[in-house]
């Protein structure tokens, strides 16, 4: 019997890890969609960097805020709707033929997207057995880290190939999806935990919230380097010579080292708990950071320093929500926002002062700079009492 519940809990974890996969995947669509939207809708720079920041907002910063709702509530039928909804809205923009459609069209795949992650990382805590937790976890951020990459490469293919106007057969994956979630029953009202129960009388203490605060504050940190690279690593290489194809290849190896680097970080957790591998990922993904963002050569050795880099950077982000669901068990779903959505939202924050700062001291100086927010993360991070972790 307990074997069977293990292979059913291993199925759902899939199945979950399958849909956060397509939710990055999808969510991912308009950085390689705005070259040929943009001309397309006549939209400007400024209109571009407004449309993606409302899809930032959206899809990550109203995380914790969905996840409060779905703690009080039982809404796990919305499961079945997500990455749909993500996938119909992202594929008809394609099809918009003015900036307010278009602008609709972004926010409600943004939506989608946001509330599938609190959901979706709840429900995996909820199904994956007791000394799997964090396997199960880092599994499931790897899945949407894998899409996450993939998705320029597939987009920018597809479009080239059969253009906006197929943009609509995309969606297709989403709804075989969605029948198959709908099948095994993750949908349903009330999913209990096949690990040992928690204590639902368990009541958060004010210090248990301060340090949730902080361990959010550390992430948000972290997730300033890590967006900062992302946004801004295609144009640094750009600006040094390099063609826009071998800059998206070279971003594609670092989002690959992150959906790895999460694999293993989230393996560690369950061995070495989940402060030790946290502090040891950011520690450790300063080294590789900082030596590739300060060489000006491109060479074997960079490749692979990048692919560490990419690691360092995520390792730590299955512990963070691992440890954030035992800080806050019965509110595991904002628990599970605050450290997929919120902390990339506060990540854009920095990346923004970033690329301000580059404007003034150049591009490179600044993203070394980023290295600082790492060394910072590391260090609240070791204020964070181990015992607060039940």
Not at 24 to 39: E, K, S, T, V
Not at 200 to 209: G, N, P, V
Not at 228 to 242: A, C, E, I, N, Q
Not at 276 to 301: C, D, H, N, Q, R
């Amino acid at each position: 019997m307990m074997k069977q519940k293990l292979r059913h809990s291993w199925y759902a974890v899939t199945l979950l890890t399958t849909g956060h996969f397509f939710s990055d995947f999808y969510a991912n669509f308009l950085p390689a969609l705005l070259p040929i939207i943009m001309p397309k809708l006549g939209l400007s720079l400024t209109m571009s960097g407004l449309l993606v920041m409302i899809l930032s907002f959206t899809s990550n910063v109203l995380q914790p805020f969905f996840g409060y709702i779905m703690d009080k509530r039982s809404l796990n039928w919305l499961l079945l709707f997500t990455v749909p909804g993500s996938a119909i809205f992202i594929c008809l923009t394609g099809l918009a033929d003015t900036k307010i459609t278009l602008f609709i069209l972004v926010a409600l795949s943004g939506l989608a997207v946001s509330v599938f992650h609190p959901l979706g990382s709840s429900l995996v805590g909820k199904v994956a057995s007791a000394n799997k937790l964090g396997l199960s976890i880092s599994i499931f951020v790897a899945g949407g880290n894998l899409g996450f990459a993939l998705s320029p490469v597939i987009i920018v293919y597809f479009t080239e190939n059969y253009g906006l106007s197929a943009l609509p057969l995309l969606m297709i994956p989403s709804l075989i999806l969605a029948v198959a979630l709908y099948q095994s029953g993750l949908g349903k009202p009330r999913i209990n935990s096949i690990t040992s129960a928690e204590n639902s009388s368990h009541l958060t203490k004010i210090s248990e919230q301060i340090d949730l605060i902080k361990l959010n504050l550390a992430m948000g940190l972290r997730a300033w380097t890590h967006v900062s690279v992302t946004t801004f690593l295609p144009v640094l290489l750009v600006s040094r010579g390099h063609s826009a194809t071998f800059a998206g290849v070279m971003l594609t190896i670092f989002l690959i080292g992150a959906a790895l680097g999460g694999l293993y970080g989230g393996y560690l957790s369950d061995k070495l708990g989940c402060k030790k591998v946290i502090i040891a990922s950011l520690a450790l993904g300063i080294i590789p950071t900082y030596v590739f963002l300060s060489s000006l050569e491109i060479s074997w050795w960079t490749w692979i320093v990048l692919f560490f880099c990419g690691a360092g950077l995520q390792g730590s982000a299955p512990s963070s929500l691992v440890w954030a669901q035992k800080l806050l068990p019965n509110n595991a779903g904002m628990a599970s926002g605050m450290m997929l959505g919120l902390s990339f939202g506060l990540g854009g924050i920095g990346a923004a002062i970033t690329g301000a700062l580059a404007d003034s001291i150049t591009l490179a100086t600044s993203l070394l700079l980023t290295t600082i927010p790492l060394a910072l993360a590391a260090l609240i991070t070791a204020t964070i009492p181990e015992k607060t972790m039940h």
